[in-house]
Each structure stands twice: as C-alpha cells, then as structure tokens.
C-alpha cells in the first residue's frame, strides 16, 4: 500500500468515525449532521496544520517529545512572534485550543461547554480571514456550538467526538496533491449530495466531471486569473479550475444562495490552500442581489 493510499483510507476511516459517533446519539442522517461532521473535520485539519507549521518555524517544538508542552511555556513575546510566522492559510490557536488540551480535559464537569467554547473562540479569533460573508454585510465565522445539536448526554458526544480526533494526524498529508483532497472531500460530502437537490436544488458537480471541465476551459499558460461562479455549490468546479491554472495564479470569486454550499466551499478552499479566496465568498441570491 503506498503512503498515499494509506493517508486516504486514514482519513476516510476518521470520517466514517465521526459519522458513526453522530449514529450513536441519534443524529444518524439528521439535517444537521453535516454541520456537525464538517466543522469537527476542519477543527482537526486546522488543529494539525498549526502543529505543522510552527514544526517547521522551530526545530525545538520539532524534536520535542512533548511538543505541547514547549508551546505553554512559550513566553507570550515569542508566542505572538511565532504566530506572525504562520502562513495566511494557517488559523492562529493558543495551547488550551489544541485537540490534545480538550482530550485531557474530557473528564472535566461541563465538557459540551469547555468543547463549543473553544470552537467558538478559534472561531472569532480568526474570522477576518476565514468568514464568509453574506449579501447583507453579516459573516459566518467557522464554527458554532456543536453540542446543542444532542438533546441529552451532550457531555459524552463530545468526549467521543474528542476521542475519534486524537488517534491519526494530518501532519504528514500536507504534502499531499489536489487529487487526494478533492478525493477526500467528495468522500466527506458524498452522504449530503442526494440526489433530489434539496431545497436549492444543490446538485454537487462530480470531481471526475469537474476535471474534465476545466481541462477543456484552461487550454494554455495563465497569470492572474480571475474565476467567477454565480452558483457556486461546494465549488467543486472552482477548484479544478483554480488547481489547473495554478493555486497561486488565480483568485476564487463566488456566490449562492445555501449556507450549506458556501460553508462546504469554504472547506474546500481551505483544504485546497485557496484561504486567500475566502473573503470571496458571498452567502446570497445572485440573481436578486
């Protein structure tokens, strides 16, 4: 079995984990299952990017068994100079927001709260950048409180959702090419994508299909590339195109009228390095706005 191959059965393996923890407490094919999935995806794909990075930054936290522990006692001078290092697509977190800090706290009275709280703070601390903002001014920041979505023994879902998230990194994917994201992320999505469209009629373009697309659209050499799509979905389509021209050659531009869309969009850009594009994203009807 090559790396790759071992990373994606991995990362498939903790999603069908996190599914199978929302079953458990009736939230199995529940409206809001997706929220739930996605969000706690995206907090340990941050989680880990952080703990990547400042690897990366300094040697010591690189070959320090205990790598949290150099992080607490950071002086908070070097702490904030640490942060300024970390690329734009990086969110910033604090030593208490790190997975591994909620893991050891899980026998805490009150766990539910401590888990959305800290959600709910990397989500303010970081919303200049990774907000997406509706036709009206108002932004959706990245996560909000998970918990409520239990209707009893909130304290236990979030102690196994905690549990599932310890037990595989994503330290070493970040190498990793868009066809395995854009792997993982139909993977992720694949349960949300029926077949009647829902609502909004949300049919998710195929990543085969998408492919072909932009292979047909993108025919030479750009530089600067603009990419507008006023229907936006999960922006499966965006980011072939964006992936064909070049990451760091295009910026994303899109609208639709789904939160749910524009939420998996954003997801899909920040797996895709494409966070630059995030402020981009508009939640609201283009043909009435």
């Not at 190498?175 to 792997?183: G, L, M, R």
């Not at 993108?218 to 530089?223: G, M, T």
Request: aromatic share 12%; net charge negative; proline share 2%.
């Amino acid at each position: 079995m090559t790396t790759t191959t071992q990373f994606e059965k991995q990362t498939k393996a903790l999603i069908d984990d996190l599914k199978s923890v929302c079953a458990n407490y009736g939230l199995g094919n529940d409206g809001n299952e997706f929220k739930i999935i996605t969000q706690v995806f995206l907090y340990k794909f941050l989680n880990d990017k952080f703990v990547h990075e400042v690897k990366q930054l300094d040697k010591k936290i690189a070959e320090a068994k205990n790598w949290e522990e150099v992080l607490k006692n950071y002086p908070a001078d070097d702490y904030e100079m640490l942060l300024m290092q970390l690329s734009e697509s990086t969110a910033n977190l604090k030593p208490s927001q790190f997975i591994s800090s909620l893991f050891e706290r899980q026998n805490e009275a009150n766990f539910a709260e401590i888990f959305d709280n800290t959600l709910l703070d990397i989500a303010k601390e970081n919303s200049d950048i990774f907000s997406v903002v509706t036709d009206g001014g108002e932004k959706i920041v990245l996560f909000e409180n998970i918990s409520k979505y239990v209707t009893d023994k909130r304290d236990d879902f979030c102690k196994a959702l905690i549990n599932k998230l310890v037990n595989f990194s994503f330290e070493h994917v970040f190498h990793e090419k868009f066809d395995f994201y854009a792997t993982i992320f139909e993977y992720l999505i694949k349960d949300y994508n029926t077949n009647s469209g829902g609502k909004y009629a949300e049919y998710f373009t195929p990543h085969a299909v998408a492919k072909i697309m932009a292979q047909c659209l993108v025919d030479e050499p750009v530089q600067n590339v603009t990419c507008y799509d006023p229907s936006a979905g999960s922006g499966t389509l965006l980011m072939n195109l964006a992936h064909k021209i070049g990451e760091d050659k295009c910026s994303i531009y899109s609208q639709d009228i789904s939160q749910k869309s524009s939420n998996l969009l954003r997801l899909n850009l920040i797996l895709n390095d494409l966070v630059h594009s995030i402020p981009n994203i508009v939640k609201g009807n283009t043909i009435s706005e």
